[in-house]
């Protein structure tokens, strides 16, 4: 995999370093109650495989390992150096968490093969969201779920502009002054900007064959959870 091929991967190739440190303090820490409650969604059939796509450096691989003791589960991540900031972890916990290199367009699984998948911060790195969603529903087992985090459009207005103007102004200055990266924070604050609001992201799931697409929001819809589920045969 030539890691310059991609923008975004280089790009995430570049600040993975510093992705874990500025996650949580960019965050205030909440990003770890945010994972938390989308491990809360995961269905886990006991014979299939959780996925956890776009798995960067593997904290929602690991809340599944901690929720699922027994399970599997595929980390698949475009960026190998993402992964790489990750495995070190999983020496701390005893787990079945299986790192590997692979994109969200083209999964490495086969059909049916999952129990579920979730994909925390991923989705709006994908322009091709269509795409994504029919891999998606390609690699899981009928009566699976598909479990998505993300933030959600910034063209919403949040605490009265004041969650805006953080997101436009003081992220993508303390983003720059940490990672030492000009574009990564500024790109995080655009593409927020440009993800389309809840509703539509429901639609373009049912589009690819999914069922029962919910969301709801955390943090006075600073992010959000979105769940669907492949229809059983
Ligand atoms: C913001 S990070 C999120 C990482 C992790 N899920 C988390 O919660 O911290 C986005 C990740 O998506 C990965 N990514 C973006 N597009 C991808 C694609 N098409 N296939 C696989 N991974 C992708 C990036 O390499 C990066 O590690």
Redesign the pocket.
């Given at each position: 995999m030539k890691a310059a091929a991609n923008p975004?991967?280089a790009m995430?190739g570049r600040i993975a370093g510093v992705y874990d440190f500025l996650?949580h303090f960019l965050s205030l820490g909440i990003d770890r109650y945010w994972?938390r409650e989308l491990v809360g969604l995961v269905l886990w059939d006991q014979k299939r495989p959780v996925l956890d796509?776009?798995?960067?450096?593997l904290?929602?691989a690991l809340a599944i390992g901690d929720r699922f003791p027994d399970a599997e589960i595929a980390a698949?991540?475009?960026?190998p150096e993402?992964l790489a900031k990750g495995v070190p972890k999983l020496k701390k916990k005893a787990g079945r968490v299986f790192p590997c290199a692979?994109?969200?367009?083209a999964i490495p699984a086969k059909n049916d093969s999952c129990s579920s998948l979730t994909m925390?911060?991923?989705i709006r790195?994908?322009p091709d969201r269509a795409r994504a969603f029919k891999e998606m529903f390609r690699v899981l087992s009928p009566g699976g779920r598909a479990c998505i985090l993300e933030f959600s459009s910034g063209r919403e207005r949040i605490w009265g502009g004041i969650y805006n103007f953080y997101l436009e102004k003081i992220l993508p200055r303390a983003g720059r002054m940490v990672s030492r990266d000009d574009t990564a924070y500024s790109y995080l604050a655009d593409t927020i900007r440009a993800f389309p609001p809840a509703g539509t992201l429901a639609r373009e799931m049912e589009d690819a064959g999914f069922e029962k697409a919910s969301w709801r929001k955390l943090t006075s819809g600073a992010v959000c959870l979105h769940w669907a589920d492949k229809p059983r045969a």
């Open positions: 975004v991967r995430f996650n994972r796509l776009a798995s960067g450096t904290d929602v698949i991540d475009f960026c993402m692979g994109d969200a367009l925390a911060f991923g790195n994908i």
